[in-house]
């Protein structure tokens, strides 16, 4: 199967289904932080190659609810409606199956609310990060190791001290901290649940 992962730097989904004998290739205006199979470019421009699955991540900085104290500056400014219309264009892609992943933001209620929302702890890697998938033609992901949370992949919470579970938020727990593209990468439980899944 030809496989596009948009938005995708890390490699780490692209590598998931090239280890399940697929042909995966990863876009994105930055390089691949692992060698395989990349193109480094505006995913636009690849659209209408022949791909049989795409697997989009597109940047969630203008529509993660994380970030809403902001929204009014970028609504004003158009950033935010320029990051939907292009998650709209990916959604408009003539691929007959798509998944979207992103935070819980915006999209909920500009795009339409997620399929299914999905967590990291659910695939065996041990934090809480919320993330929504919008599919069509694709089943939902269904966990494959649950495991408990020991903290929160990023702060957004003002909460302080340990939940009531145990885990802790990432502000607790200092080397944990990453920036925006350590943030940004998906879990390699999920990457592999969604080549095995959807593969």
Same mark, same amino acid.
């Given at each position: 199967m030809k496989v596009l992962i948009a938005c995708e730097f890390s490699g780490v989904v692209r590598?998931?289904?090239?280890?399940?004998?697929?042909?995966? /290739?990863?876009c994105d205006l930055l390089p691949s932080e692992q060698p395989g199979h990349h193109i480094q470019d505006d995913v636009e421009k690849h659209l209408n190659e022949g791909w049989d699955m795409m697997i989009a991540f597109p940047p969630c900085t203008h529509l993660a609810s994380s970030g809403a104290q902001y929204w009014p500056e970028k609504q004003k400014d158009g950033r935010q409606q320029e990051a939907i219309d292009f998650v709209y264009r990916l959604f408009g892609a003539n691929i007959n199956r798509i998944a979207i992943e992103n935070p819980v933001g915006i999209l909920s209620t500009k795009v339409c609310r997620p399929h299914q929302i999905i967590q990291p702890y659910e695939f065996g890697d041990p934090y809480r990060k919320k993330t929504?998938? %919008?599919? %069509? *033609?694709?089943?939902?992901?269904?966990?494959? *190791? $649950? /495991?408990?949370? $020991?903290?929160s992949w990023h702060s957004g919470s003002s909460r302080s001290g340990p939940r009531k579970d145990g885990s802790r938020k990432i502000s607790d727990l200092p080397a944990l901290h990453g920036n925006s593209r350590e943030r940004s990468r998906t879990f390699p439980g999920i990457a592999e649940a969604m080549a095995a899944q959807w593969g």
């Open positions: 590598e998931a289904f090239k280890a399940k004998g697929h042909d995966a /290739v990863s929504c998938l %919008w599919l %069509w *033609n694709l089943p939902a992901l269904k966990p494959t *190791n $649950i /495991v408990k949370p $020991i903290a």
